[in-house]
């Protein structure tokens, strides 16, 4: 995911709908989807008790999140020698790349493209956009009550992205959702026959070790990094989904005490430094998603 007001929530701006909060016009209607609700891996939606995160980026792409938690599909275990001690910082250069303006939605596979890049296999945002599994289960929306008697539109069946991606990654005049863990690592197996690696569920300070072997790693967050309380909830053909319209995937590429460094593939930029406590939260929030490449790869970083 991962675009702005005027282009994500996944499009909502472009399709005239808005998720949790965002509020936007089309054929007189707004989209708005139910708040503070949490995607739960036990089957139910509870209660979320954060604060709203902040609503500069509230038309960020809903993330679906299922009840169902995501799996893990580890093709090659690559944990680091017990007698190995991770720095206490590190980082390393790989080159940033935009999602947009072609792909609205596509954080998740630009995320992969500077992937594959760093361990010199590139293959194009584009191309991956093209080859990434879909879920091509429709939308069906319905007209509900609003505030002062607006009529609001309300998602009640969509796709799952566990299943593949849900709706148009390029967004513009079209719904457009994302992609989970499981059918994006799947395409990296292909790309790169048993070296994918899926880490979600790992533990946080696992992932930085990935990452100061030279290894960067694609997590699943929120446009703003921290925790959110903003979900909505619909139907799927595998059961109900649970959404966030402030779900984005990054790089990451090397860590501080205190700091995450990312390439974010929203704004371009490279080696963004991000509060690493409300990062580890939000993606907590959205399954502790995470996929990579397994070791060994040279390393193109540094470590203090």
């Known amino acids: 995911m991962g675009s702005s007001s005027s282009d994500r929530g996944r499009s909502a701006a472009a399709t005239g709908v808005a998720w949790g909060r965002i509020t936007a016009t089309v054929l007189g209607l707004a989209l708005v989807g139910v708040v503070g609700w949490q995607w739960n891996p036990l089957g139910s939606a509870a209660p979320v008790s954060r604060t709203t995160a902040r609503t500069t980026k509230r038309s960020q792409r809903s ?22 001690t991770a720095p206490a910082s590190y980082d390393m250069t790989v080159p940033a790349q935009s999602q947009l303006p072609q792909l609205q939605n596509g954080c998740e596979v630009t995320s992969l493209s500077m992937l594959l890049t760093a361990v010199n296999h590139p293959v194009s945002k584009m191309t991956l956009a093209a080859e990434q599994p879909t879920d091509p289960t429709p939308a069906v929306l319905k007209t509900i009550p609003g505030f002062k008697g607006n009529p609001i539109l309300e998602v009640v069946s969509w796709g799952n992205p566990n299943v593949g991606f849900v709706g148009s990654v390029e967004g513009g005049s079209q719904l457009g959702y994302g992609i989970y863990n499981g059918p994006l690592d799947h395409l990296l197996n292909q790309i790169l026959p048993g070296q994918a690696e899926d880490m979600t569920g790992d533990p946080f300070t696992q992932i930085l070790d990935h990452v100061a072997h030279g290894v960067p790693v694609e997590a699943w967050t929120t446009i703003d990094f921290e925790p959110t309380n903003d979900w909505v909830t619909w139907q799927s053909p595998e059961g109900p989904v649970t959404a966030t319209p402030m779900e984005h995937a990054v790089l ?10 990312i390439n974010n593939p929203y704004t371009g930029q490279a080696n963004e430094a991000v509060n690493r406590a409300d990062f580890i939260a939000a993606w907590t929030q959205l399954g502790s998603q995470a996929i990579t490449v397994h070791l060994p790869v040279s390393s193109a970083g540094s470590a203090s």
């Open 252 to 261: 990451i590429v090397g860590y501080t005490p205190t700091t995450v460094i």
């Open 63 to 84: 993330s679906p999140r299922t009840t169902q938690k995501p799996v893990a599909h580890h093709h090659v275990t690559s944990t680091p020698p017990p007698t190995w």
